[in-house]
């Protein structure tokens, strides 16, 4: 059996399992091809070899089937791995799946919204695997960079991921609740992919998400508490040229209700994704007292 055959083999039985994809891949085809490669010790996209695949090669692209599908846990998972912005990382089930449209902000090193030249010290707040710090420092090899993490676990994979790319002495780690451990310093760029599902919408995820760690998808509020807390101290932590970025995915509707008079600016991706704004110091400073009031009055919301 070839290697095509196999990935037709692996999407059929994956749709008939009834999978939920997203973790890195949109459905069983692109999940199934990621299987076989990794099955056969090759990058994603790097292309199969041609002709049939070995009885060892087989078998364990079929044993990498049964434990995606007996555990529905995400593939990335299963392999140990995961990729994000054409980089490898180590992943476990202590940490989200590094798939944030971030990735594509860093590819352009964060042009037009900032200028790569003078954007030097950046902070990642819930760094998690340690992606986005990762990806952002071999982007932009003169940044220095702070990575943060509620985790004691996460920051573990982070260090090895830094490690594995060779930037852990450009990435300094700590271990910190949102800003509440990290030594004052001013950051030119913020960067944060932060819990923002609602207890609600976490339990009525697919397995595969619910196989994530729910201290790394769920904030309270509706899913805004984490957001807001970020936002109204985020310009302590800036230059006075500085900005914040933040993903909030799903709950992008609910932060702007939540905060009527908040010209939140929403980046725009080519490759798909939303839910990611961006806010400069000024505009934190000048609606601090807004931020400090939508927060109070989503203190009792699930």
Not at 52 to 69: F, H, K, P, Y
Not at 199 to 227: C, H, M, N, R, T
Not at 265 to 288: K, N, P, S, Y
Request: aromatic share 6%; with cysteine; proline share 5%.
């Amino acid at each position: 059996m070839d290697a095509t055959a196999l990935l037709d083999h692996c999407s059929n039985a994956m749709q008939d399992a009834g999978l939920t994809f997203g973790h890195g891949t949109e459905n069983a085809t692109d999940e199934a091809a990621w299987l076989v490669s990794a099955g056969l010790g090759i990058a994603p996209g790097d292309g199969f070899p041609e002709g049939d695949v070995s009885v060892d090669e087989a078998q364990r692209i079929l044993s990498l089937l049964e434990r995606r599908i007996s555990s529905r846990a995400p593939l990335a998972y299963v392999l140990g791995e995961a990729w994000f912005c054409g980089l490898r990382f180590e992943v476990n089930d202590q940490v989200l799946v590094p798939r944030s449209p971030i990735a594509e902000l860093i590819q352009s090193r964060f042009e037009p919204w900032l200028d790569p030249e003078t954007t030097v010290e950046i902070l990642d707040l819930c760094t998690g695997s340690g992606a986005l710090a990762v990806a952002t420092a071999l982007a932009m090899p003169a940044a220095r960079l702070v990575a943060s993490d509620i985790s004691a676990a996460a920051l573990q994979v982070a260090r090895k991921n830094a490690q594995l790319h060779e930037v852990d002495k450009r990435i300094t780690f700590f271990r910190s609740d949102l800003f509440a451990q990290l030594p004052t310093q001013a950051f030119d760029l913020i960067l944060s992919n932060p819990p923002y599902v609602s207890k609600d919408v976490f339990a009525a995820l697919p397995g595969e998400y619910q196989a994530e760690p729910e201290l790394a998808l769920v904030s309270a509020a509706g899913g805004l508490e984490i957001p807001l807390r970020i936002m109204k101290d985020a310009a302590r932590y800036l230059s006075p040229q500085g900005v914040l970025i933040c993903e909030v995915g799903e709950s992008a509707e609910a932060l702007h209700r939540a905060l009527p008079g908040v010209a939140l600016t929403w980046i725009d991706f080519d490759r798909g994704g939303d839910g990611v704004f961006i806010m400069d110091r000024e505009q934190l400073l000048v609606h601090r007292s807004r931020l400090e009031t939508a927060l109070e009055a989503q203190a009792n919301v699930i």
